[in-house]
């Protein structure tokens, strides 16, 4: 997947793949808070609330046109 340009995931910005981020992680309702203030205010991206690490939002990496391959968090290229 590395610098592949690849068409983005028919889902929104706001919500990343479960396999991502799963619908049971405990701290979920925080990260998406913490990853939509990011994304309203154009930011590269957040602090994540449970471990302080920095998280690329899903804006920034699209904006990048192409995925990394790295696993991302919120990489809009991942689909089903």
Do not use: K, N, Q
């Amino acid at each position: 997947m590395t610098g592949e340009r690849r068409p983005l995931a028919d889902r929104p910005l706001t919500e990343p793949h479960p396999s991502r981020l799963s619908p049971e992680h405990p701290d979920r309702a925080r990260i998406i808070a913490a990853h939509a203030a990011a994304l309203a205010a154009g930011e590269a991206g957040y602090l994540d609330p449970a471990t302080g690490l920095f998280v690329l939002s899903a804006g920034f990496l699209a904006r990048r046109g192409t995925c990394c391959g790295r696993g991302c968090r919120h990489c809009p290229y991942v689909d089903d």
